[in-house]
């Protein structure tokens, strides 16, 4: 089965996370593909708009912990992280405009494709968490840019107790453009991706873009996924995902 499914319908490529048995888990083999796919889409000339979601009622729990579970080398993990950098970057480079449609709960690194997005639709029962900190890491694009949108003592609060929030909160905060019912999601994004196509000419929508983007390639982000990388190289890490696989055991620090 392909981790990755494409659709395109007119202008609107589709990219779908397709790892539905694993709540799409972000591990090294999906990320790679998912990059290939939108550094493809990025330079065909008959796509406008990429839109992102995932296969079935998860969008993406985030780094797969089984893969670092897996590891014998802190050298593995920190390639896991490399993987991820590289998505990130690539999906903040993509010459396209790109919609993030949230078909079900996000967490980790699915939760910070929400930064990384232009906009974002999302199903009104949708749970957003940020839950890095229980790992030993951070989620830097969600202290870096979610300061400015959360406010920096919510931002602080939400990476501190690696809670998460609803998709109505996550609207009311303007972390999401629209919220609709599950059957609808497909029908609400075509209907945005529609009205960018009639209202905004191409030389808007490029400028647009590159301003949005510029704030977010800004030294929060540059350094907040370095400072993830470097809490990637412990050991704790590895341990830390094996008791969760093995013994189901969750972090607790008191």
């Given amino acids: 089965m392909s981790l990755i499914k494409v659709e395109r319908k007119d202008l609107v490529q589709w990219i779908i996370l397709n790892r539905p048995e694993r709540l799409n888990a972000l591990n090294r083999e999906l990320m790679r593909k998912f990059v290939e796919e939108l550094e493809r889409s990025g330079k065909d000339p008959g796509v406008e708009i990429i839109v992102i979601s995932g296969e079935g009622k998860i969008f993406s729990a985030g780094i797969d912990l089984q893969e670092i579970a897996r590891a014998e080398k802190v050298e593995e993990v920190e390639d896991i992280f490399i993987h991820l950098e590289r998505m990130f970057k690539t999906l903040l480079d993509v010459p396209k405009i790109t919609i993030l449609a949230l078909n079900g709960d996000a967490y980790g690194g699915g939760a910070e494709m929400i930064w990384a997005a232009d906009i974002v639709v999302s199903v009104e029962d949708a749970k957003i968490g940020w839950a890095e900190a229980r790992w030993g890491l951070v989620p830097p694009i969600a202290i870096g840019l979610g300061s400015f949108v959360l406010g920096f003592s919510r931002a602080a609060l939400t990476a501190y107790t690696a809670s998460s929030i609803t998709a109505k909160e996550a609207y009311n905060l303007g972390l999401i453009s629209v919220l609709t019912s599950r059957d609808k999601l497909r029908e609400s994004v075509e209907e945005v991706a529609n009205n960018i196509l009639i209202n905004a000419s191409p030389e ?6 590159n301003m949005i983007r510029l704030v977010k390639k ?37």
């Fill in 204 to 209: 808007a929508r490029e400028s647009i873009r």
């Fill in 218 to 254: 800004s030294l929060f982000v540059e350094f907040g996924v370095s400072e993830l990388k470097r809490l990637s190289k412990t050991g704790e890490l590895i341990k830390r995902a094996r008791d969760f696989i093995e013994k189901k055991q969750i972090p607790r620090y008191k």
